[in-house]
Each structure stands twice: as C-alpha cells, then as structure tokens.
C-alpha cells in the first residue's frame, strides 16, 4: 500500500506553527518506523502550508490516509478527511483529539484509533491492506517503553511537502503532575516511562540535524528516580553521544539541581521550557500545579541555577485564570522579564476537550466556542473560547494582543539575546535565544493583520501597550542587569 500521514493545521492560526523553525510532527515519524516493510509512507505537514493537501492528496494514489491532531486540527482534519472519502480513500484518526471525541471522530472518518498507537499501527496496516479496516481501534493499557522498545522514529523520513530543519526525539512519555488544564496525563498516563537508553543514544547519533528538540512533557520528572535516570542518560550523551545542540521541557525544579543543569549543558542542551503558568498562588492551586506552588518564592533562585549552568529558561505562562484581570498579562509579563526568564510565551487559557477544566466549565456554562466542529479550530490558546470570571473574553484577547506585539518588537529580541549571553556566559546559549525570540517577532507580525481585524485597533493604539512597552525600555536599559 502506499499510505500518506498527514499532520494537520487549522487555517485559522497559520503562522502559529513555525515559530523559528520547521519541527517534525514526531508522531507520524514513529508510525513510519512501525510501518510493516512492503508498504511505501509519506507524510504531509501542514505546517508547510495547505496547498500540497488541497491540490494532491487524491491525486498521488494513496491506499491509505492517517491522521494525527490536535484539538485545534480537528476542523481542518474533517475537511481532509471528507476529501479522501468522496475519493474513495479510506482514512483513520488519531491523536489527542481523537481519544477524547472519539463518537465525533467516527463521523468524519473511516476508523479511530484511540490511545497511543505504536502498538495498533501495524494492525491497522494489515486490515487496510486487505480491505477489512475496522471503525475503532483502541490502544491497549499504557506500554512499557523500555521492554518494548517503542518509541522510535524514523528519523530521515521528511515530508513530502516541505523539509524539516530540526529533529524531534523522544526519551520519556507521561507526566505525573496532572495540571487541570492538560491532556498530557490522561493521554500518556501520570507515570513517567522511559525508553532504554541504548535506544536513546543509537537514535540520537543516527538522526540527520545537528539541533534536536526532546520533545519530553517532563525531562527531568518531578522526584529523586526520575533525576537519577535522567542523568545517567546525560552521561552516556556525554560519553558516547554525537555532538548536538538541543532543548527540552522540564519542571521549574530542576533548576535545584546543580549536577543535573550542568550534565545537561555538556550533553548539549541550550534552553529548557518552563511552564510556570502564572506568578499567582491561588492562580496555580486552581491548576492543580503543586509543584509550582511550593517552589513560587524561589523562581528567581531557580532561574538563576539554569543560568549558572548555561541554560536558558523558556517560560511558558497562561493568562485567563479565575483569579485574573485584563492587567494580568502585562503584569505577568513584566515580572518575567525581571526575573530573567530569556523567552517568554504568553497564552489564552484553553480548556482541551478530555481536561478536567474542560469538563468543569462545560458544567458551570462557560464555554462560548461550542459550534463544533466548526468552533474546533479555535481552541488555539490564542483566542479565548470561555468565560472568564474577571474579565470579557475581548478584554482578555485584547490584553494578550498587546503584550505578544510589544514582547515581538526587534530592541527587546536583541536586548534579551545579551541578558542571556551575560547570565549564562554561553554564546550558544545566547544565540538560541535570539533565534527563538526572533521567531516569535516573525509570528506575531504574520499574525498582527489578522488581530488587527479581529480587535479593531493597532495594537500601538493602545494605552495599556505604551505603558508596557515604555515598562520594557525602563528594564531593559544596559545599567539594569539585575532587574532583567
């Protein structure tokens, strides 16, 4: 058979997707690998753009069409999907998504797979191939990684499309933390599973790009075991590993951990993402996010014990709290940049269909994009599609909208790329920073004609901006190091 994996974007976020650099859509690549041999894959990733879809999906022949996405996906994916069925192309879907509607799902698409696949491709291969694929396909109780030896992707495998210029691997699936908003846990379980590290290492060294972004919820875990076995795996990096630059996502606390910071600076990591959310406790006891809570006093300490090592921090936080005002996000945002984060992302809160959070405001009335699946596309987190308690969904759109455009301006990429090369001495670190900052310039001025309509207003216009931007030239100024 000659399959086609197709990752999917919604059309209403173009631009969100490649923030700095074109990433592989990891899942797709370790289908391939599970593919059977005698059956041709290719995979088609929208985030090169619709028009290879649109324009040769039915065209080019394909058996089989499989289809991962995301909830913001979802949209788009129904229109592929209602493509390949008028051409007589059967087509399957999984994902996230998927797993949490798998009844809507099944009415878009020959079958769903819910759950992780790897276990279920080649199964699914073998009834598409002799024309008897069933309508679901559930995935069986969480896999042991390092028994199986799943969770290998084929790393050479580029779309037809477009090409990638960094690798994705993956060490660990699951994350024990649980926040209310995340779908992480109840997709890929609370424990942390690990890939054996031969696996790691002989993948690490056979991929193509010199930068990798481990695509792990929780590199380094949350207790004692998952630190130990990280850095044992660090250690063999060190040892044996091909020289690669690199980042990850991992828990503020590791920060506290001086002898895992600076294994990982010599295994080649350059920035970790930190989802610190919101500097507000009662903001974090609502995300069910203990283990921020307890370490918020010390976020400056611990950004500091990424710096020391040569780290820099990505910092990942999330406005639209019951708890937040239309002044949180420049608020926040401001308290990131004294603190020294050196990237920061600020997002809608979006309750994710198959969240506790989701299934909370669906109970309270609170959701207000629910003409699915049409309204799919807009569970984006960069629109909010709730109620906020303290706020107009417009005020908090428009809050965002303000500070994403004065966070993009070039003085402040510039600026935050030297603040990085003077706290972490690395000039690799530095330059890391400036690409990704760089990137999120790109894509809010992509986005900006698109918000501009939305809202109605320059986001120059705006008072609130002209505060927050004069806030950035006040701490950003040379004799200011400490404060940024």
Known sequence: MRIALVNPISRRNQ????????IPQLGLQVLAERTPEGHQ????????????????????????????????????????????????????????????????????????????????????????????????????ALPDLEKTGLGRAEQHLQPVNGKYDVSAIQTSRGCPVGCEYCSVTKFNGAPIRRRRIEDVLKEWNETPQRFLFVVDDNFFGVGEKHAEWAKEMLREIIKRGKKRLWFSQTTINMGDDPEGLELAYKAGCRGMLVGFETFNRESLKDYSKGINRKNLDRYRELIAGFHKAGIAVFGGFIIGSDHDTPETASETLLTAVRMGIDIIQVTNLTPLPGTKMFDRFKEEGRLRATEYPVDWERYSFTETVYHPKRMTAEQLDEAIYEVRHAAARQSWVIKRAFRTLVKTRSLTTALFVYGMNQGWKRMAKIQAPKDAERYGIAPTSSARFQRVLESFRLHLRGHDLEAV
């Open 15 to 22: 631009g969100y997707h490649t923030v700095g650099s074109f």
């Open 41 to 140: 894959v290719d995979i088609i990733d929208e985030i090169f753009g619709p028009e290879y879809t649109d324009n040769q999906l039915v065209k080019n022949g394909y058996d089989l069409v499989g289809i991962t996405a995301y909830t913001s996906g979802a949209t788009r994916t129904y229109e592929i999907a209602a493509m390949c069925r008028a051409a007589g192309i059967p087509t399957i879907m999984g994902g996230p998504h998927a797993s949490a509607c798998p009844e809507e799902v099944g009415a878009h698409v020959d079958s769903v797979a819910t759950g992780e696949c790897d276990v279920l491709w080649p199964k699914i291969v073998e009834d598409a191939s002799k024309g008897r694929l069933q309508p679901r396909y559930f995935g069986v």
